[in-house]
């Protein structure tokens, strides 16, 4: 890891492996939940989307030297065990969880782009570009809500759940990774409890867009 | 379908479903069973290629005027039966059901080329290019055997029990749709009969790639 910041080979590596496992949980989700084929392919295509960022993740941790694997290594537990926690039960779950997984995803992708070097950057901004993918989802959980209101209360406890546990599981990555956090912040306690601030904001927003309102 | 052959949206349809479950089926095999994360993003990258040529496939049926999911729907049932009753217990078994499946898959193409519009033949061409993916699982599983000759019996076994669980499929969908079947084969009977000939040939040439010795 040459010329860039010590936190770069972490900040690049819990990325990979986040795209490495979402892109074989969607695909999971989508062979074991999605109602008709054409459902079963929209959500494999946001699997093979993801499967393209982890690439392009692999490829630049390589190319700065750093073995993927090894940068990987100490984000896979709490990355499964997020995934273990929230395994969506049925379909509407399962797009839920793939908006908001993606979309909080891309939040820290926006986060980090501030602090990298302009060739992380360039990759970050490759990243960012496939947002709308997931849109698909939110018209599927927006119809399903219209046509049975009482889905709503359900989807939202189901999206708050999976929020606060990547809330806890990136308080302890950012405990035990103290350069990554380093990177994502301006060292300042307070910043990272702002950071933390919007995330939620941003959740806050996609459960808007899911028609999920916001429970007591 | 206007200028094409009446086999042609079969064709494109059950290459489709394959493809598309042979990624999520993948996908699946890479979180299940991969004993490393380099491992995982092998199988994970073998997946991938899968659903590119899924959307290949489900374009170039689009583009036909058929209705992809229409196409696939008479092969679901086949092809998942055939993915239920060859679950790999382990990354090995995963690694030979990944070569053995995915060649098995290229066999079919090369005998589709040869009786399809030029179009649709350009697809497959682009398909067969990718040929060389599953090699790592080749190196994978004769290291494995070279470690442990044991293997060999168990995974030949294995392998065998693939093939013939396709071919009784195979035959199954060959009754059901037989403009497809016609499309293969040039519709005399003694033809469908040689075309599993070789197809049961070419897996004995890719089992001895794999080191399996042929059993009694």
Redesign the interface.
């Known amino acids: 890891m040459s010329d860039s910041s010590p936190g770069v080979a972490d900040l690049l590596g819990v990325l990979a ?1 986040a795209e ?2 979402a ?3 969607l ?2 989700d ?2 074991r939940l999605a109602p ?3 459902d ?2 929209a959500l ?2 946001l ?2 989307a993801e ?2 960022h ?2 392009l993740l ?1 490829d630049r941790l390589a190319s700065l030297g750093a073995d ?2 090894e940068a ?2 100490p984000f ?1 537990g709490p990355l499964d065990a997020w995934h273990e926690q929230t395994a969506p039960g049925d379909w509407l779950e399962a797009l839920v969880k793939a908006y908001v997984g993606t979309g909080i995803a891309l939040d820290f992708y926006r986060e980090a782009a501030a602090h990298v070097d302009e060739e992380t950057r360039r990759l970050v901004e490759e990243v960012l570009a496939d947002e709308g993918r997931s849109q698909f989802a939110v018209e599927r959980v927006t119809v399903a809500i219209k046509e049975d209101p009482k889905l709503s209360g359900r989807l939202a406890l189901w999206a708050r759940r999976m929020v606060g546990e990547a809330l806890s599981q990136g308080q302890h990555v950012a405990a035990v990774r103290p350069e990554l956090a380093a990177l994502l912040v301006s060292a300042e306690e307070e910043d990272i409890a702002r950071m933390f601030a919007k995330l939620t904001e941003a959740h806050g927003r996609r459960m808007e867009a899911l028609g999920l309102t916001p429970g007591p």
């Open positions: 492996y490495l496992t892109f074989l949980r695909a999971e989508a062979a008709t084929l054409t079963r392919a494999g295509d699997a093979a499967y393209a982890f690439r692999r993927p694997e990987m290594a896979t």
